[in-house]
């Protein structure tokens, strides 16, 4: 089994810090992709931002020069600073790792049960 354990959601007013962070556990040969989603209310789940095994990181528009991604390889742990917050950053985060696993085919994808962030204005 495969666990994707996420903390460091909250509240906080605009302008402020969080960093999250999303620890990947079980029965794995290697993690591939991982980062982080985000679902506002009424809206579709939007990608934040990816990193590959070789530390590339890919952004979405909206969050390039507030939010840094970062990966302990190590630890299979992800890790999202995200400065400047603004109110429209106000979603469900949810983390999600593409993994290798023992006697599995392919490299299936898993979610975590996601943590709030709530910015303020």
């Known amino acids: 089994q495969v666990q994707l354990v996420e903390s460091g959601g909250g509240l906080v007013q605009a302008g402020g810090s969080l960093r999250l962070s999303c620890a990947a556990s079980g029965r794995i040969i290697s993690v591939n992709d991982m980062g982080w989603y985000r679902q506002a209310p009424g809206k579709e789940r939007e990608l934040v931002a990816t990193i590959s095994s070789g530390s590339s990181v890919n952004y979405a528009d909206s969050v390039k020069g507030r939010f840094t991604l970062s990966r302990d390889n190590a630890k299979n742990t992800v890790y999202l600073q995200m400065n400047n917050l603004k109110p429209e950053d106000t979603a469900v985060y949810y983390c999600?790792?593409?993994?290798?696993?023992?006697?599995?085919?392919?490299?299936?994808?898993?979610w975590g049960q996601g943590t709030q962030v709530t910015v303020s204005s």
């Open positions: 999600n790792a593409k993994l290798r696993q023992p006697y599995v085919s392919g490299v299936p994808q898993y």
